[in-house]
């Protein structure tokens, strides 16, 4: 497996990892318009040719706003989140962010593990955050 940046030719591949992921995943012109995001810097996850994973992270000054990370439905539990987590997490360190932040739904408990895991810690919820009205949980890591 590979690490790569967002390009044009794994858009497709994205997409479908996103729309099986998502209740309301992006739209591919979403992911179009970070291709040209200033602030925006993805990290993709290539296995045998194909995208496996991505994840995408804005960089705001000296934090990092998570924006998505999703693994291929075929691909999950075998270890490539939390690579993914820990390649954006090193990316961004890289490039001087020293805090990270992000949102998960409430009822998504293995993603929270994963943030866990890296050091991520609860800091409030975000009260009907998601389209359908759950709320969303707050997640910060601090370097500092």
Known sequence: MIFDGLKQEYLDGIVQIEEHSFSHPWSRGAFE?????SVADYT????????????GLWKILD???????????????????????RRMLEKGRENGINAF?????????????LYKKHGFRSVGVRKRYYPDGEDAMIFWLNFD
């Open 44 to 55: 993709v996850a290539v296995k045998d040719g194909r995208v496996v994973a991505y994840g």
């Open 63 to 85: 934090e990092g706003h998570i924006t998505n990370i999703a693994v291929h439905k075929d691909e999950r539990r075998k270890g490539i989140g939390d690579a993914l987590l």
């Open 33 to 37: 318009r970070e291709l040209e995001n």
């Open 101 to 113: 932040t992000l949102e998960v739904r409430i009822s998504n408990l293995g993603a929270q593990e």
